[in-house]
C-alpha cells in the first residue's frame, strides 16, 4: 500500500512558477513510476508527466514540454513536479499517481492517487 499527499498548489500569475511535491508513505516508493495528472473544470483527467521507478526516463505531455520538470528523490520518497512560465490553461486540479507499469501514460493505469492539490493561474 502506498500512501500519496500532495502539497505546494495554490494561486500564481501567468508566467510565473509553482513546484509541487509529493510525498509518498508506505512501502516501496522506489518500485513505482510516478506521475502527475490533472483534471480542469469540465474535463477529463489528463497526463501532465511521468517518471521511471529509477528517474532515468520521463515523459511529457505536449501541452507542458519545455515549461514543467517531473523529478523525484528516493531517498526522501518524494516526486516533484516543477512548473514554470505558467498559463491560464494550467489551472486543473493536480494529482500524483503510482503506477508499476513503464510505459505510464495513462490514468487507468495508477494503482494509488493523492487527493490533489489546486493549481489556479491568473491572467
Known amino acids: 500500500q502506498v500512501q500519496l499527499v500532495e502539497s505546494g498548489g495554490g494561486l500564481v500569475e501567468a508566467g510565473g512558477s509553482l513546484r509541487l511535491s509529493c510525498a509518498a508513505s508506505?512501502?516501496?516508493?522506489?518500485?513505482?513510476?510516478m506521475g502527475w495528472f490533472r483534471q480542469g473544470p469540465g474535463k477529463e483527467r489528463e497526463l501532465v508527466a511521468v517518471?521511471?521507478?529509477?528517474?532515468?526516463?520521463?515523459y511529457y505531455s505536449e501541452s507542458v514540454k519545455g515549461r514543467f520538470t517531473i523529478s523525484r528523490d528516493n531517498s526522501k520518497n518524494t516526486a516533484y513536479l516543477q512548473m514554470n512560465s505558467v498559463k491560464p490553461e494550467d489551472t486543473a486540479v493536480y494529482y500524483c499517481a503510482a503506477g508499476r507499469i513503464w510505459p505510464y501514460s495513462r490514468a487507468s493505469e495508477s494503482d494509488y492517487w493523492g487527493q490533489g492539490t489546486q493549481v489556479t493561474v491568473s491572467s
Open positions: 508506505g512501502r516501496s516508493f522506489s518500485w513505482y513510476a
Open positions: 517518471i521511471k521507478w529509477s528517474g532515468d526516463s520521463t
